[in-house]
C-alpha cells in the first residue's frame, strides 16, 4: 500500500496537483483512515506537503503568469467579439447593397438593360475618339510653340542685321 501511496505522491508532484488526503485516497486506492493512522504513511504525505508548497517568489511569478493570461484571453475575447460585430455590419451592408441591385434590375423596362450596354459602349468609344483628338490637338499646339519661338528667334536676328541700316542717314546723292 505504501508503494501505491508513493506512486500517487509522485503523479501529484508531476503534475503539480495540491496534495490532500482524499485526492491521495483516491489515486492510491487506499482508505483514508490508513493514510491517518499509518505512521509511515503520514510522513511520506508531511514530507510531500512540505517540498508541493510553493515558495513565495515562485507564486508570485505564476499569478503574474496567470493574469498575463487572462488579460491576453479577455483582449482575444474583445477582439473576438468586435470582429464579430464588424463582420455583421458588413453581412447587413452587403444585404442592403444586394437588394438595391435587385431593385434596380427589378425597376428596369424590358431591353433598358441592352440599351444602357449598347449606350455605355458608345459612350467608351467617344471618349477614346476625344482622347485621340485631344492628343493630336496637344501635338499640334507644341509645334505651333516651337514654330513660334524659331520665327522670334529669326525675327530678333533679322533685326539685329537691319539695325545699323536703320540708325544711319542714308548717303548724299
Same mark, same amino acid.
Given at each position: 500500500?505504501?508503494?501505491?501511496?508513493?506512486?500517487?505522491?509522485?503523479?501529484?508532484?508531476?503534475?503539480?496537483?495540491?496534495?490532500?488526503?482524499? $485526492?491521495?485516497?483516491?489515486?492510491?486506492?487506499?482508505?483514508?483512515?490508513? =493514510?491517518?493512522?499509518?505512521?509511515?504513511?503520514?510522513?511520506?504525505?508531511?514530507?510531500?506537503?512540505?517540498?508541493?508548497?510553493?515558495?513565495?517568489?515562485?507564486?508570485?511569478?505564476?499569478?503574474? $503568469?496567470?493574469?498575463?493570461? &487572462?488579460?491576453?484571453? %479577455?483582449?482575444?475575447?474583445?477582439?473576438?467579439?468586435?470582429?464579430?460585430?464588424?463582420?455583421?455590419?458588413?453581412?447587413?451592408?452587403?444585404?442592403?447593397? =444586394?437588394? &438595391?441591385?435587385?431593385?434596380?434590375?427589378?425597376? %428596369?423596362?424590358?431591353?433598358?438593360?441592352?440599351?444602357?450596354?449598347?449606350?455605355?459602349?458608345?459612350? &467608351?468609344?467617344?471618349?477614346?475618339?476625344?482622347?485621340?483628338?485631344?492628343?493630336?490637338?496637344?501635338?499640334?499646339?507644341?509645334?505651333?510653340?516651337?514654330?513660334?519661338?524659331?520665327?522670334? &528667334?529669326?525675327?530678333?536676328? =533679322?533685326?539685329?542685321?537691319?539695325?545699323?541700316? %536703320?540708325?544711319?542717314?542714308?548717303?548724299?546723292?
Amino acid at each position: 500500500m505504501l508503494e501505491r501511496l508513493q506512486t500517487a505522491l509522485a503523479a501529484a508532484a508531476r503534475d503539480h496537483t495540491p496534495v490532500t488526503v482524499a $485526492a491521495l485516497a483516491r489515486t492510491a486506492r487506499v482508505s483514508r483512515t490508513f =493514510l491517518y493512522q499509518n505512521q509511515q504513511a503520514r510522513a511520506l504525505i508531511e514530507q510531500a506537503t512540505r517540498t508541493s508548497r510553493p515558495h513565495p517568489g515562485v507564486s508570485s511569478s505564476a499569478s503574474r $503568469a496567470q493574469s498575463a493570461w &487572462k488579460e491576453r484571453a %479577455l483582449n482575444a475575447e474583445d477582439a473576438l467579439t468586435q470582429a464579430q460585430r464588424e463582420i455583421r455590419t458588413q453581412r447587413t451592408r452587403i444585404a442592403e447593397l =444586394l437588394g &438595391k441591385i435587385r431593385d434596380l434590375e427589378h425597376d %428596369l423596362p424590358e431591353g433598358a438593360l441592352q440599351r444602357i450596354v449598347t449606350e455605355n459602349t458608345t459612350l &467608351k468609344q467617344h471618349v477614346r475618339q476625344l482622347t485621340q483628338d485631344n492628343q493630336q490637338i496637344q501635338e499640334r499646339l507644341t509645334s505651333a510653340r516651337q514654330n513660334n519661338r524659331f520665327m522670334d &528667334k529669326r525675327i530678333a536676328d =533679322l533685326e539685329a542685321q537691319l539695325a545699323p541700316y %536703320l540708325t544711319t542717314p542714308p548717303p548724299r546723292p
